[in-house]
C-alpha cells in the first residue's frame, strides 16, 4: 500500500483489482467442478464490504471516506461465502450453473480490465503533475 494521501483512490482500485481476481479463480473453481456431485457454488463478496466500510466512516465527503479507510487490515479483502448452500436444482445437489458462471467470469474479466486501466489512469495524472 502506498502511504500518501494522494493514492487513497489507488489503495481502493488495488484492493479491487485483488477482489476481482479472487473472484475470477473462485468462479473458474465452479466451473471446474460443475460435474461435482454436491459440490455447491462459491462467489467473493467485495462491492458491499467496500461500502459498508464507506459507510462506516461516517464523512459526508467521499476523499474524506477513501482517506481514512484501513488498508492494512482485513476488512477491505474480497470475502469468499458459499452461494445459496441449501439450493440445488440437479439431482446430484451441485448447484453451479455452467452458463451462468461463463457470464459471471467474462463480466469479471471486464471489471478487472477497468480496475487496471483506472489504476493506469490515476498513475498517468500523477506523471503528469510531477512532469516525468
Same mark, same amino acid.
Given at each position: ?6 493514492? &487513497? ?5 488495488? =484492493?479491487? +483489482? @485483488?477482489? &476481482?481476481?479472487?473472484?475470477?479463480? /473462485?468462479?473458474?473453481?465452479?466451473? +471446474?467442478?460443475? @460435474?461435482?456431485? /454436491? ?10 464490504? %467496500? ?6 466512516? =461516517?464523512? &459526508?465527503?467521499?476523499?474524506? +471516506?477513501? =482517506? ?5 487490515? /482485513?476488512? %477491505? ?28 467470469? +467474462? ?9 487496471? /486501466? ?13 512532469? &516525468?
Amino acid at each position: 500500500m502506498l502511504r500518501s494521501d494522494a493514492f &487513497s483512490y489507488i489503495n481502493v482500485l488495488d =484492493k479491487a +483489482a @485483488d477482489a &476481482s481476481w479472487l473472484r475470477q479463480t /473462485t468462479i473458474a473453481n465452479n466451473i +471446474a467442478n460443475n @460435474d461435482t456431485p /454436491t459440490y455447491k457454488r462459491k462467489d467473493v463478496r467485495f462491492q458491499d464490504i %467496500l461500502k459498508d466500510e464507506l459507510v462506516r466512516t =461516517k464523512y &459526508s465527503n467521499l476523499d474524506q +471516506a477513501v =482517506k481514512s479507510l484501513d488498508y492494512n487490515g /482485513t476488512r %477491505l479483502n474480497g470475502e469468499i461465502y458459499t452461494d445459496a448452500d441449501n439450493f440445488s436444482y440437479r439431482i446430484d445437489k451441485n448447484n453451479v450453473d455452467i452458463d451462468t458462471e461463463n457470464v459471471e467470469l +467474462a463480466s469479471e474479466q471486464l471489471r478487472y480490465q477497468s480496475v487496471s /486501466t483506472a489504476i493506469t489512469g490515476e498513475f498517468s495524472r500523477f506523471k503528469i503533475v510531477t512532469g &516525468s
